[in-house]
Every structure is written in structure tokens, then in C-alpha cells.
């Protein structure tokens, strides 16, 4: 849902700011595929008079809809900010001062109104608070401004896998949902590479002034083979056999690797893909139970053998 949301607001800034704008470069513009781009502008239109006039024609904004951004950043609002003082009086012509003055007041305007979305996104999008705490903050809302913004955050992360607690300047690149968690990509400063950091985790996040530039990261590729979130360094091919019971449900699974998929004669469904951390997708058939066979490799079927086994001693 975050997802679609920011993609909906660089959308909107596209074509305000570009009339006519073709959906394959929008798609290019948000990294997202052409069909989720229509089914954006789809949604988009039933709040805004967006149209296009035919094949080849792009996307415009009908009428007066939307008066077009400042989109001030803040270097270039604290830069125009600065400019009567570096101006010679004398040589001001009349009225510039008024013109000034509403500039201004519609950029904090505009500024203000910002804020208020990213507080509404962050109230909408409920998480859960970690077990072990009473209550935990959450931290959506500055995360979600400093991706749109391109600015980095100064955090403070408590790393499970260490149990230690560090400081660190991160450069935030997308927010990733997965199993009621939500997970932030992006550069670590201090470990100088691309890190993934659960957002329960953080116990402290600031923006800072500086600003980022995600260069050619691509996060599909970043992804690739990777079943859920965490990324593993050996591809794995499964062949999983589901019953017809739950075979419409894993069609309908939303990934970011591309299985093959099979309908079987007796409605099964035959499941092929290959992941890069075996142990995520184990955990994942597991909830299956009987209704999901694992067909390949043999030695998963070995492993789900012996844990089956383990579980039958537990329950006698």
C-alpha cells in the first residue's frame, strides 16, 4: 500500500509538471511495469480529471486542476529565501516584494500541506509493536518523507543478529512490506553497501540535509531470487506439487520472483522456482501443511522429513 501510494504522488508530479507524458515513461520514471502504471492511472481518475486523448497522445490534467508545485527542495527554498538580501535595492522593480511574499507563503503552504499527508500515511498504515515492548514509535512518516525528499536519515538501529545497537547515516531507497513487517532499503554509511533494516528496529531516525542520488540501484535486481526479504548468497530450484485446495490461493501470491506454474489435470498445481535463501521458502511451504508437496530438490524433502519427524517425538 505505501508503495502505490508514493508511486501515485511521482505520478502526479510527472504529469503536472510534463503534460503529456506517455505510460511507458512513467513506468520507466517509478520502475514499475506498464500494467501497474494503467492500473495506477485507473485509480488516479476517480479523483482526478486526468485524461489522455488517444493512442500516442500521453496524459494531461483536464482544466485548472492542481496548481503546479513549487516542490521547493530545501537548498533551493533556503537559496530563494536569501535572495532580497543579495539583491541591489535600488534596482527592485515594484511589486517585488508582494510577488516575493506570496512565493513564499505558497511554498510553506504547499510544505505544511505535505506534512500533513505524510502524517495521515503514517496514521493509516498501522504496525505492530514488537513483543517484547509496551509500546513502540513508529517512524513511517520520516522514513517516507526522506525517500521522497532523496535525503538521508541519521539513525539509531538495534541489530538483532548482534543484539547491539549502532548509530548510522542511511541514504533511504524503498519501503518493502512483508509478513506484517515493513522493511527500508537503502545505503549504510557505515557499512558502506546496500542494507536492509526492519523498521521495528529503529530506535531513533532524523533527516538530515543531505541529499542522495540512488545512482543505477535497481531494486529488482537487488531482489532477484529473493523469496521474501532476506537476501541468501546460493540460488536453490524448488518443484513444489499444491492441492487443489489452496492452488487458487498461491496464484494469487505477490512476489518478487517469478515462479512457473502449472495447472494439473485433478486442478493441482504444479509450482516451479528458484530462490537464493532456501530456509525462507521452507518456512513458507510450511504453512501449508499436506496441501503442499515438495517434489525437488531431495534433499528439502530429506530435511522436511527429519523436521516432521522432530515434531512427531514433541507431540507424543
Known sequence: M??????????????QSNPGITASDLAFKCDVNIRTIYRDLELLSHIAPITNEGRGTGYKFMGKFFMYPLDFSEEEALAFSLLPSVLNQDNIPQGFHTGYAKVMGTHLKEKSRQNGILENIADIIQMGTPAYRKESKSFLQPIIEAILEQRSIRAVYHSQSRNAVTEREIDPYYLIPRDQRFYLVGHCHLKKAIRTFRISRFQQVE????????????????LKNT????????????KVRFSPEVARYIKEEELFVHPRMRDEQDGS??????????KEFMKWILQYGPNAEILEPSSAREQLKLQLEQWRNLYR
Open 227 to 238: 523469496w521474501s526479504i532476506d537476501r541468501g548468497n546460493k540460488n536453490t530450484n524448488f
Open 269 to 278: 498445481l504444479l509450482f516451479e522456482v528458484t530462490v537464493n535463501n532456501e
Open 2 to 15: 505505501t508503495d502505490k501510494v508514493i508511486r501515485i504522488f511521482k505520478i502526479i508530479n510527472a504529469v
Open 207 to 222: 533527516i538530515t540535509a543531505e541529499y542522495f542520488d540512488k545512482g543505477g540501484f535497481n531494486i529488482k535486481q537487488y
